[in-house]
């Protein structure tokens, strides 16, 4: 099973600035089959990347990824105030079993 | 546009068994495996199973292998999952959630969640 290390475990930033959230396995990762998920207080999570790269539906352009093997970040360029949350990594690879990191949490400055 | 609405959680005792329910509306169901994700209160996200879209290939985590069996009725556009042999370690909001495309196990679309509450 991939094991995903998430960093840093909380990230304090303040609206406009810029966030890069890593997400590192513990083997590579597939065809860049990894993907990143928000997760606000009491709601479901929400796809904003796949592919490493590819934004979901919907998903504003401030939202980036990019990486692959065993380096992949999630870069948001200028925090708007619904932004912070809880943001997943996920990889997926060519077959199950799927795993998640455990989490980074981005909060208010 | 896309719905998926979970049931069936609840306040349930150890070593019984419960059944999520999954209805799903807004597209073609019978076309799009379905997985379901769990998490407990506080805690991250735990991948469990997957169907495939037309129920013949299931997978499930090791974690809870034995204990919870994934189905679908394509008929009545809704997934399942039986959960069995409960534990306190089981509590948790169960989500499912839609596979985007074939062979690219990632979800595009999740439901709101039902909580499964393991206690005596």
């Known amino acids: 099973e991939i094991v995903l290390t998430q960093s840093p475990g909380t990230l304090s930033l303040s609206p406009g600035e810029r966030a890069t959230l890593s997400c590192r396995p513990s083997q590579s990762v597939r065809s860049s089959y990894l993907a990143w998920y928000q997760q606000k207080p009491g709601q479901a999570p929400r796809l904003l990347i796949y592919g490493a790269s590819s934004r979901a539906t919907g998903i504003p352009d401030r939202f980036s990824g990019s990486g692959s093997g065993t380096d992949f970040t999630l870069t948001i360029s200028r925090l708007e105030p619904e932004d912070f949350a809880v943001y997943y990594c996920q990889q997926y690879g060519s077959s199950p079993p799927i795993t998640f990191g455990q989490g980074t949490r981005l909060e208010i400055k | 546009q896309v719905q998926l609405v979970e049931s069936g959680g609840g306040v349930v005792q150890p070593g019984r068994s419960l059944r999520l329910s999954c209805a799903a509306s807004?597209?073609?169901?019978?076309?799009?495996?379905l997985h379901w994700v769990r998490q407990a209160p506080g805690k991250g996200l735990e991948w469990l199973t997957v169907?495939?879209?037309?129920?013949?290939?299931?997978s499930y985590a090791d974690s809870v292998k034995g204990r919870i069996t994934i189905s679908r009725d394509n008929s009545k556009n809704t997934l399942f999952l039986q959960l069995d042999t409960l534990k306190p370690e089981d509590t948790a909001v169960y989500y499912c959630a839609r596979q985007l495309r074939f062979a690219e196990w990632f979800q595009d679309y999740w439901g709101q969640g039902t909580l499964v509450a393991v206690s005596s």
């Open positions: 169907i495939s879209a037309d129920g013949t290939f299931k």
């Open positions: 807004g597209f073609t169901f019978s076309t799009h495996a």
